[in-house]
């Protein structure tokens, strides 16, 4: 008998040691902590646990009905698209956006994605540069460079201001090395602090872009969501070195239909054409029926400008309505601009907490899903320091099609009022009352 291809004698096994085969970039590397603590909610669900989930920033509110009544129109839809993606959509998302951004954009420039997140991969994966990162950050950005074996840059904002970063912080890390090519991801309204960018601090973060030719990676997926609707975007500063990142999972509710898109300058179709051809290598191309669906979702709607003035109502009411329940008890929080989420820092308590044995922000969180069924993720997988007392809290365990139908019957003029809150969002709200009686007794 001969020998079998491996080399080895008949009868002879492989021992497989796993840990020595994995990329060492992987190697260490766990599940994405929002999906970890989403898996583990359902998990203590099941065994009839009362949990209140708030780790997972998965957006409460319905698909529009009028998108999902064209997916089923183009449910039959079978071939493949381009791998650029549908024209038609591509003409859609320039059209919304040079109406609602004054951003030029050409269908030519734009390229659709299964999720933003793949092509926030793809990009990094053929721009060979470092990697900017101001934190708090959502927690997938680190871990894809260090998939692809980037070098990464972090910048720490500051809840004194606002978790923004500044142009001097730029400034201060890009002069010693000028030409070194880089890429900045500017996430806003954020994940995990809820706040957003002015008009002027965006012009003092595009004026530094531009000196040291930063590509900035503008990621506003939040950006529909900003509370008073006055959303801006740093693409109109800085043009011809900003990459618009957006989709419809956070502001159209359509987290699990995965489609993203990028804009492009017309002077980086360079890189849209290094992505696309990667793209043609990877996922070929996005959903059909979903691309033909997003269309009507980007088209100017009577029902989807209300979709998202109501949407818009809500989350700034109880956003505005939490951040206060949990400084009333000496948390430090800001009140969110944009977005689902909270941030906040329970230093107060330091010294009750250490007499429990709680020295970081992941013991906080621990303990307090085991005292109180309230899930939330610790600031440590945001990149803050872990004996930082920092958590984020995602808003979002209420039913938004109950809720957008109560809204409905409200006057124009008339507001979201604690009273409503209080009779119609009261998961949320016993589930930071939960929070703010534990703090009280430790």
Request: charged share 20%; net charge neutral.
């Amino acid at each position: 008998m001969k020998n079998p291809p491996n080399g080895l004698p008949p009868g002879v096994a492989v021992s497989w040691t796993p840990e020595v085969h994995l990329n060492l970039n992987v190697r260490g590397l766990t599940p994405s902590p929002t999906v970890a603590i989403n898996e583990r909610s359902n998990e203590l669900l099941a065994n009839g646990r009362k949990i209140f989930k708030m780790g997972l920033g998965q957006s409460p509110f319905p698909v529009p009905q009028i998108v999902v009544d064209e997916l089923k129109l183009h449910a039959h839809e079978k071939d493949y698209l381009a791998v650029q993606g549908l024209y038609q959509l591509r003409q859609a998302v320039c059209a919304h956006h040079q109406h609602a951004l004054n951003v030029d954009c050409a269908p030519k420039n734009v390229l659709i994605g299964p999720g933003s997140k793949e092509l926030m991969f793809i990009l990094q994966l053929v721009y060979y540069g470092d990697l900017i990162i101001p934190t708090p950050a959502w927690v997938s950005y680190a871990p894809q460079a260090q998939i692809i074996g980037r070098h990464i840059h972090f910048l720490p904002t500051k809840a004194q201001n606002g978790w923004r970063l500044t142009g001097d912080q730029l400034e201060r890390l890009c002069w010693k090395d000028p030409s070194r090519p880089r890429i900045l991801i500017l996430n806003y309204p954020s994940n995990p602090t809820g706040m957003t960018y002015s008009l002027d601090q965006l012009k003092e973060l595009a004026e530094v872009a531009r000196k040291y030719r930063i590509i900035v990676l503008s990621d506003e997926i939040y950006g529909k969501l900003h509370h008073t609707g006055s959303h801006e975007s740093i693409m109109q500063f800085y043009p011809e070195g900003t990459i618009f990142s957006s989709g419809l999972s956070k502001w159209c509710g359509a987290g699990g239909w995965r489609l993203g898109f990028f804009v492009f300058p017309e002077c980086l179709r360079w890189l849209l054409e290094a992505m696309t051809a990667v793209a043609s290598e990877t996922f070929t191309s996005t959903s059909a029926p979903i691309q033909y669906a997003a269309i009507k979702a980007f088209q100017q709607n009577a029902d989807i400008d209300r979709y998202l003035e109501q949407s818009r109502k809500i989350l700034a009411a109880l956003g505005k309505h939490l951040a206060a329940m949990l400084q009333a008890a000496g948390a430090d929080v800001l009140a969110p601009e944009g977005g689902f989420y909270l941030f906040p820092d329970f230093a107060a308590y330091k010294p009750q907490l250490q007499a429990r044995g709680i020295t970081d922000s992941v013991e906080f969180c621990e303990q307090l899903l085991e005292d109180t069924g309230v899930a939330v993720l610790p600031g440590v997988v945001f990149g803050q320091p872990r004996e930082e007392l920092t958590v984020r809290l995602a808003y979002v365990n209420f039913n938004g099609s109950q809720l957008l139908g109560q809204v409905c019957k409200l006057k124009a003029d008339e507001p979201v009022d604690e009273q409503f809150l209080q009779h119609h969002c009261q998961e949320p709200l016993t589930a930071i009352a939960r929070v703010c009686d534990w703090l009280k007794v430790l």
